[in-house]
């Protein structure tokens, strides 16, 4: 057998184990769910915590002027403290210049306040290529500034910042002409390669064939745990990311909490659990170019060949301002999402889109299910309450149905917004189960759009000061 052969079929190895424990256990029928559940869940999710040592990067070599690369040193320190059996890699105040930086089991990357953690805008410095995931497929590319690859007990805490320095002119012109300002600075961009790794994926081209890195223009993700155990982020803020902000992958037990993401790039999402279970995602602010937090659980057939879904998140507590959405599923969710929980959130900008968003399609496919929010304080949102679409990107051409059901929506009051209800599915395949209660949608400018839905329960549910009324397709 060659390396290489030997290589794949570990690989195939590891992904197998992970898909199953990744899933454990038969999936509730949706009538056992319910919000004792997320009582159960909550009791699972332990963060991680660390030996005493402490490792102080400026001893490995570390400079804070903002303009030493100072890589090897912050990875040298995480080595040494992994080695040693665990600890506190700490960076001291200052401006430091680092490529890409990766985590190993029981190290907590510590970020003191002042700190300021800025990531080169040399793709070079993100070399050699990860084995990792991009908008739901798995390939070779770019390593995310922040990496932890099959490690447990890993945390990124501290009040420090961790900046990446996309700009226009830096990474974010490599999605395309995304907004006027890059219009003119498009020849170098993501869109052939983006294809051509779909198309791979399509194929059944072996994950160990789609090398991309160099001269393909697909943006690393800022932070991204994949295939990691007990991971904790805390304290830190993150800005001006090239893409997906916070991005665990076929992870489990993971607590994101007093975290805030500032990025308005296009793909800047906040937080992106894929393919992970067991987290919980509170007291954090996002403000950001794409949606806040986005579950997914993988792209069409990569998606179907892990199968492994999303499952078990908490979000509460949390304050969205402008994105595509505040809580999202989709659109990569051909592996499933379900038992989702979101309360006591405050979601208000004139450049939110929607709070509540499923965006899907047939060639997606996946289920979703088991969607419990309440205790939403809505401000401002430019277009609906619930936003579910079975027509997003490539619409109904596709041989995968989607399946959206059972979901609850208790006391949440909006003030303005273009409707309150936009769930636009199949005939063939309506939305079954949402359960609306205690609602208060003011500011309502338009009627509710509502497309094949069998059980819709309204009780207590008030529209612009009035009963809300019978709802008819359009």
């Known amino acids: 057998m060659t390396a290489r052969s030997f290589n794949a079929m570990l690989f195939i190895t590891i992904v197998v184990f992970l898909a199953g424990s990744c899933s454990r256990g038969p999936a509730k029928e949706a009538a056992e769910v319910s919000w004792e559940t997320m009582e159960e869940i909550l009791s699972e999710i332990v963060a991680p915590i660390f030996p005493n040592a402490v490792y102080d990067v400026t001893e490995f070599g570390a400079v804070g002027d903002g303009e030493t690369l100072s890589t090897e040193a912050i990875n040298a320190a995480i080595i040494a403290c992994s080695e040693a059996g665990g600890g506190m890699v700490m960076i001291p105040e200052g401006d430091y210049l ?14 003191s306040e002042g700190v300021v953690l800025k990531f080169s805008r040399n793709p070079e410095d993100f070399l050699p290529m990860v084995f990792t995931r991009w908008e739901g497929v798995e390939l070779f590319n770019y390593s995310p500034f922040v990496y932890a690859y099959e490690q447990q007990n890993v945390a990124i805490t501290g009040q420090g910042t961790l ?88 992870s489990e037990n993971i607590t994101i909490s007093n975290v805030s993401v500032i990025s308005h790039g296009p793909n ?27 579950i997914k659980s993988g792209r069409n057939a990569d998606g179907r060949r892990l199968n492994v879904p999303s499952e078990n998140i908490i979000v509460r507590r949390c304050t969205m301002r402008d994105g595509h959405g505040g809580v999202v599923m989709g659109s990569e969710i051909s592996g499933s999402v379900r038992n989702v929980f979101a309360e006591d959130c405050i979601m208000d900008s004139p450049n939110l889109d929607r709070i509540i968003r499923i965006k899907t399609n047939s060639i997606r496919g996946g289920v979703i299910e088991n969607i419990f929010v309440r205790n ?13 679409d079975f027509d997003y990107e490539e619409g109904d051409a596709g041989a995968f149905t989607p399946l959206v059901r059972n979901i609850h929506l208790d006391n949440i009051t909006s003030q303005s917004s273009d409707r309150a209800i936009f769930i636009n599915a199949y005939e063939r395949a309506p939305v079954t189960g949402v359960y609306i209660k205690d609602c208060t949608f003011n500011g309502v400018e338009k009627d509710n759009l ?25």
């Open 268 to 294: 800047n999402d906040g937080c992106n659990p894929e393919s992970s279970r067991n987290i919980l995602i509170q007291d954090s602010y996002f403000d950001t170019g794409d949606d806040c937090i986005a």
């Open 98 to 111: 680092t490529g890409a930086i990766h985590l190993k089991s029981n190290v907590n990357l510590h970020l």
């Open 450 to 474: 509502i497309n094949n839905v069998e059980d819709l329960v309204l009780e207590n549910v008030t529209l612009n000061g009035e009963p809300m009324p019978g709802l008819s397709p359009e």
């Open 376 to 388: 939403i304080n809505v401000g401002r949102v430019r277009q609906a309450i619930l936003h579910i």
């Open 163 to 250: 900046d990446g320095q996309a700009t226009s002119e830096h990474w974010w012109y490599w999605k395309g002409p995304w907004s006027r300002a890059t219009w003119e600075i498009v020849p170098e961009n993501q869109v052939e390669a983006r294809d051509r790794l779909i198309e791979m994926a399509e194929n059944g081209l072996p994950v160990e064939e789609r090398q991309f890195g160099a001269g393909h223009y697909l943006r690393p993700n800022f932070v991204q745990f994949y295939k990691c155990q007990n991971i904790l982020m805390e304290g830190i803020t993150i800005i001006n990311s090239p893409m997906w902000v916070i991005h665990p992958v076929l």
